[in-house]
């Protein structure tokens, strides 16, 4: 099992299929295994890495260096493997280690899918947005029971258990582990649009994490960007809904790759 000793943890990766390289970022409740339905779709025309980032799976964090290092320990698995210039699929937090690490290195990266996620371009109306559906949602109700879509659980019970026994095999963390910087206003918008990098804003017509309209508002704001709706998935499309997600993403990395 490949584990690559850097920023002070021990960071578990696979690497399957060859072509121009392809890096799965998973989100909050997931880990490498997430893209199960994904590899096996890319790997004959792409190199697909996959990763747990620190704090996940088997990549544990033990010294607590947070989420400020994913970035970084994507350069440096980058740096490890070899690969000069990648695309990046990002899930809900994958956006976390996806937006600075090529607004960073810019050079290096040939495509963005921000799945799930605003990409941190958020701006003062995406901000209004997000505290009117806040507004709308249940007392009490956390990210986990809405990571995917309404009955989901009714549709595909067997799957909806595997998701959730995927996301069991990730360590505690500390509760504000994510948690953004209190009073921070900034957004990313600007320099993603400036950076060149094709990107595209993919959501589930049920996503109650970042609804539609918002991730429609934040790819508004990124001008060049593109922005498609997944029909009948929440907030885990590449899990729910694998065909319609592999191949929009398929889609857009042949439209865009060098």
Same mark, same amino acid.
Request: proline share 7%.
């Given at each position: 099992m490949p584990f690559l000793p850097i920023n002070e943890i021990e $960071? %578990? %990766?696979?690497?399957?299929?060859e072509g121009p390289a392809v890096v799965f970022c998973h989100g909050a409740g997931g880990n490498h295994l997430s893209w199960w339905q994904q590899i096996p779709a890319f790997r004959e025309r792409y190199?697909?890495?996959? %990763?747990?980032? /620190?704090?996940? #799976?088997?990549? !544990?964090?033990? =010294?607590? +260096?947070?989420?400020?290092?994913?970035?970084?320990?994507?350069?440096g698995l980058l740096d490890h493997l070899g690969v000069e210039r990648a695309a990046v699929v990002a899930q809900s937090m994958g956006g976390r280690t996806a937006v600075p690490f090529a607004m960073?290195?810019?050079?290096?990266?040939?495509?963005? *899918?921000l799945a799930g996620t605003d990409g941190g371009a958020v701006t003062e109306d995406v901000r209004g947005l997000q505290e009117e559906h806040r507004a709308t949602? !249940?007392? +009490?109700?956390?990210l986990n029971e809405r990571a995917l879509a309404p009955g989901y659980e009714q549709v595909d019970a067997a799957k909806e258990f595997l998701y959730r026994s995927?996301?069991?095999?990730?360590? !505690? /963390?500390?509760?504000?582990? $994510?948690?953004?910087?209190? #009073?921070? /206003? #900034?957004?990313?918008? =600007?320099?993603?649009?400036?950076? #060149?990098?094709? *990107?595209?804003f993919l959501t589930g017509e049920h996503d109650s994490i970042v609804p539609p309209r918002i991730a429609r508002?934040?790819?508004?704001?990124?001008? +060049?960007? !593109?922005?498609?709706?997944?029909? +009948?998935?929440?907030?885990?499309?590449?899990?729910?809904?694998?065909?319609?997600?592999?191949?929009a993403v398929l889609e857009f990395l042949e439209d865009v790759r060098d």
């Amino acid at each position: 099992m490949p584990f690559l000793p850097i920023n002070e943890i021990e $960071l %578990y %990766y696979e690497v399957h299929g060859e072509g121009p390289a392809v890096v799965f970022c998973h989100g909050a409740g997931g880990n490498h295994l997430s893209w199960w339905q994904q590899i096996p779709a890319f790997r004959e025309r792409y190199t697909c890495i996959t %990763y747990d980032a /620190r704090a996940f #799976g088997r990549s !544990r964090d033990v =010294e607590g +260096g947070g989420r400020q290092f994913f970035w970084r320990d994507l350069g440096g698995l980058l740096d490890h493997l070899g690969v000069e210039r990648a695309a990046v699929v990002a899930q809900s937090m994958g956006g976390r280690t996806a937006v600075p690490f090529a607004m960073t290195h810019p050079e290096r990266v040939w495509a963005i *899918v921000l799945a799930g996620t605003d990409g941190g371009a958020v701006t003062e109306d995406v901000r209004g947005l997000q505290e009117e559906h806040r507004a709308t949602l !249940r007392p +009490g109700s956390t990210l986990n029971e809405r990571a995917l879509a309404p009955g989901y659980e009714q549709v595909d019970a067997a799957k909806e258990f595997l998701y959730r026994s995927i996301n069991r095999l990730n360590p !505690r /963390r500390p509760k504000d582990f $994510l948690a953004i910087r209190p #009073g921070y /206003r #900034g957004s990313s918008a =600007e320099r993603i649009a400036a950076s #060149g990098i094709p *990107v595209l804003f993919l959501t589930g017509e049920h996503d109650s994490i970042v609804p539609p309209r918002i991730a429609r508002a934040c790819h508004e704001a990124v001008p +060049g960007s !593109r922005f498609q709706m997944l029909p +009948g998935a929440g907030h885990s499309a590449y899990f729910e809904t694998p065909s319609a997600f592999n191949a929009a993403v398929l889609e857009f990395l042949e439209d865009v790759r060098d």
